[in-house]
DNA sequence: CTGAAAGCGCTAACAA
DNA sequence: TTGTTAGCGCTTTCAG
């Protein structure tokens, strides 16, 4: 490929006047501009980023590190950071962490090595204390969607789960459920990790006269399986409650299955609500009522942060608050309610429709 | 931080001992080894990543090309993809095009200026003719999974979608059923875009007497909403078809979806397959049958290609096939069947199972 | 307005 | 075994 010397000598100029021209930063006559930028369209020269970061010291790069970006809910959240990049310039180098530390401390040191510009980490595989190191290299570093608030001080973007788990609350106790239930990620015993959005939950409860009490509570770990065995357990229950939150919506999904599997009806015989509003969501029937997170604002907001950061701002403030959004679909419903549909579905009960599910 | 010379001033060397110390390619006394690596520990001094790729001409990274990540088929398979490139060291630039060639195009010239080592191609947004200008560049590309035969001489690893096609004929046939529709990509009157997968489903069905006619074919653009649409244009059909073939999983869920809202139960009224696997169809219910594109394999042979392609080895055959493999799942059975359950369910009919439809 | 020259941080001959 | 030297391709003072 040819380097900035070839286009210099064609046009009978010095690499300099070449710069000149392609940067626009210092004035060149009109006449050589135009012969220079002929032999660039001629040659087709793209000037070599690699020797332009090295005297630079900017990449132009960023480094987007999560758990696993087959996780459905990374997807969306790829897609609308590395849009804003782009338009500002930079490109995404993706690091699945595999929730793993080790793997996470690794990929830290080798964008450390690459002189990524700045680090967009989102939690999971990722320990404090390596981030505070990568910081400290000098990579601004923007924590998103953390949740486990181990002491830090880093810049944060981070999602209100406690105002979320507040806002399922509220649309359960709206709708007129009295008897409810948590699944929530985290072992039995130990600190839930989704411990915000069920602390937000339990708090709304107890406001209105409902104190929590340890029978409600399930453990699972974010995927649907999981979400599957807590509801078995939680519907062998004497008093079977009459809705669930599951703190994120995988989870649910698999309350809802088990539900069904149990002959149960969702919404009429149990109410379901999950937590992130992943595009699964809308196409398992009924559609999932969920807790939003926003993600275009999530990208939107750490995309500017870290840039920010990077231009060497004292951005203020450090830490900001995204709020959820409460999503009302087909899985919640006042309990034991019967849908006008019913009526018409019991007329021809050899055929269920695998859509919605009116006949409940 | 801390530069080679930093090093080698300290550990009073020069920093080409540094550079041997560290790549290990020259011989080095364990004294002075031992020295620098102490220096190196000391000062967290890590290679400058950008200067090494400038003199090495090798920048360890690649291009990841797609159309859109949120597009729930390229999730897992960024993962593989990514996992294994950095098993070999390679890191990976991640490009939404958006299915738009001129973004496409914009990346591609991006990529060169990078100097990334080589592009892995998806399908949409990229001109052939911009990526034979990227390979003659000196980036090797490797076309992956692309179905529309534009004529070209790329090295590629494409699923061999006639087979697909023909998979899904056979397991429909071999079900019984003689009435059959397809809902593939593309325009009407235009070539479909899953040109191929109908090619094989229609070849297989002429093979044991089935002619094809105009009246199965209906028009999505692989969207969800796209396949409820033809769905509903085909269940209007006089002669009702009781299986049908969707050329990809989004549009076979929207095709059940219809179905049920139409008061019809799959599989038993209407038995749906899909193509591509992708995580959804086992989250629907009734799961969904399809024709799985092997992922881990797509990435791996797409990856091995594209590192040969970069050691400069003329690898053979430069054109991969990936064979398809068929997954029956609960969309699919022998037409009008009624499955035993059915008994059960009746006696109960104000409550259906949300999760599995047993009761059709 | 343009050229000369230094240097970003590293590697790789070639010498010593 | 280690040092010297010359770049990789670009930007950026500083002169002219």
New interface residues.
């Given amino acids: ?1 040819a380097t900035i010397n070839d286009v210099a000598r064609r046009a009978a100029v010095t690499p300099a006047t070449v710069s000149y021209v392609l940067s626009g930063k210092n004035s060149v006559s009109e006449k050589t501009r135009a012969r220079v930028l002929a032999i660039v369209e001629e040659l ?1 020269y ?6 332009r ?2 005297v630079r010291r900017r ?1 132009f ?1 960023l480094a ?1 590190l999560l758990p ?3 996780n ?1 809910f ?3 959240i ?2 609308a950071v ?2 804003i990049a782009r338009g500002c310039g930079y ?6 962490t595999g929730s793993d530390p080790l793997l996470g401390r690794t990929y830290l ?2 964008m ?4 990524v510009d700045g680090l967009l980490a989102f939690e999971g595989g990722l320990r404090v204390s390596d981030l505070s190191a990568a910081e400290r ?2 990579m601004p570093v923007v924590l998103c969607n953390w949740e486990e608030q181990q002491e830090h001080d880093l810049p944060s973007v981070d999602l209100d789960f406690w105002q979320g788990g507040a806002l399922a609350a509220r649309h359960l106790l709206a709708l007129g459920h009295r008897r409810l239930a948590v699944v929530v990620h985290g072992a039995s015993g130990g600190p839930p990790a989704h411990c915000r959005r069920f602390e937000g939950f339990q708090a709304t409860l107890a406001a209105v006269g409902l104190p929590w009490s340890d029978h409600g509570v399930f453990y699972g770990d974010s995927t ?1 399986q999981s979400g599957y065995r807590a509801a078995e357990a939680l519907l062998g229950c004497p008093e079977r409650p009459t809705a669930v939150f599951a703190t994120n919506d995988l989870m649910a ?1 698999g309350v ?11 919404p009429n ?1 149990l109410a379901v609500i999950g937590f992130d509003d992943i ?2 969501g809308t ?4 559609t999932l009522s969920t807790v939003a997170v926003p993600k275009d604002e999530l990208a939107a907001r750490a995309m500017e942060l870290v840039l920010r950061l990077i231009e060497g701002e004292q951005p203020e403030p450090l830490h900001i608050s995204v709020q959820p959004r409460l999503v009302v679909r087909r899985s919640t419903a006042a309990p034991g309610m ?1 849908p006008a549909a ?1 009526a018409d ?2 007329r ?10 009116p ?2």
Avoid at 46 to 51: D, G, I, M, Q, Y
């Fill in positions: 490929m087709d793209r000037p070599n980023l690699v020797a970061s090295l990449t790069t987007l696993d970006i087959a459905p990374y997807p969306e790829v897609r590395e849009g490109h995404l180098l993706l690091c699945n040191r080798e450390a090595g690459r002189r290299r000098g649907l999904m809802m299955e088990a539900a069904g599997d149990h002959g149960l009806c969702v015989d595009f699964l196409h398992v029937r009924p019967v019913a579905e019991r021809t009960p050899d055929r269920t429709p695998v859509g919605l599910t006949g409940c």
